[in-house]
T-cell receptor
Framework: GQNIDQPTEMTATEGAIVQINCTYQ??????LFWYQQHAGEAPTFLSY????GLEEKGRFSSFLSRSKGYSYLLLKELQMKDSASYLC??????????FGAGTRLFVKA | EPEVTQTPSHQVTQMGQEVILRCVPI?????FYWYRQILGQKVEFLVS????????KSEIFDDQFSVERPDGSNFTLKIRSTKLEDSAMYFC????????????FGPGTRLTVT
């Protein structure tokens, strides 16, 4: 079957660093995405990994290990506006992208 | 900056009625998608569309659903006979070409079936 697991909720403090993990089992793999979604809004693209390793983009970094079926999203220098859901998604063998249930991140002052 | 647009933003319909959700993808994009998100649940893939035909569809996308690109700019999702459980946010997305990976999402249409 196809499955993407990520923690349901996390809480972190403004200015801190938080790591959101994602494990996946899919038939076929053509890349892993991280999206941010604020309540009532559309997902917005954060990162894409197709090869093993770390991709860095400003305060956000994403890591992939294909052999372990594992990724994480690292958010540095947390801001209150980072409070949102973070969605891990995998593009499988064809055109289909499968989303995890999302991790709701609460950033507190 | 180009963006995907969707209309209407909110649609209320009665059970059994047909609805058409409209999307205008980014103009030079070639791949188009519909997703739905039931309130409080995950984003679910419905269908992908390329070269004027469905390229892949999920188990959710049954005979009740159809998609069309009638005029080279609009991309529509039709739900033939709506059920209560079709109430969800429906997102359209588009992607450039085979070398691009990012899908750009529209703001969504909230469908409420009463």
């Amino acid at each position: 079957g196809q499955n993407i697991d990520q923690p349901t909720e996390m809480t972190a403090t403004e200015g801190a660093i938080v790591q959101i993990n994602c494990t996946y089992q899919t038939s076929g793999f053509n890349g892993l995405f991280w999206y941010q979604q604020h309540a009532g809004e559309a997902p917005t693209f954060l990162s894409y990994n197709v090869l093993d390793g770390l991709e860095e983009k400003g305060r956000f970094s994403s890591f992939l290990s294909r052999s372990k079926g594992y990724s994480y999203l690292l958010l540095k220098e947390l801001q209150m506006k980072d409070s949102a859901s973070y969605l891990c998604a995998v593009r499988g063998g064809g055109f289909k992208t499968i989303f995890g249930a999302g991790t709701r991140l609460f950033v507190k002052a | 900056e180009p963006e995907v647009t969707q209309t209407p933003s909110h649609q209320v319909t009665q059970m059994g009625q047909e609805v058409i959700l409209r999307c205008v993808p980014i103009s030079n994009h070639l791949y188009f998608y519909w997703y739905r998100q039931i309130l409080g649940q995950k984003v679910e893939f419905l269908v992908s569309f390329y070269n004027n035909e469905i390229s892949e569809k999920s188990e959710i996308f049954d005979d009740q659903f159809s998609v069309e690109r009638p005029d080279g700019s609009n991309f529509t999702l039709k739900i033939r006979s709506t059920k209560l459980e079709d109430s969800a946010m429906y997102f359209c997305a588009s992607r450039g070409d085979s070398t691009s990976y990012e899908q750009y999402f529209g703001p969504g249409t909230r469908l409420t079936v009463t």
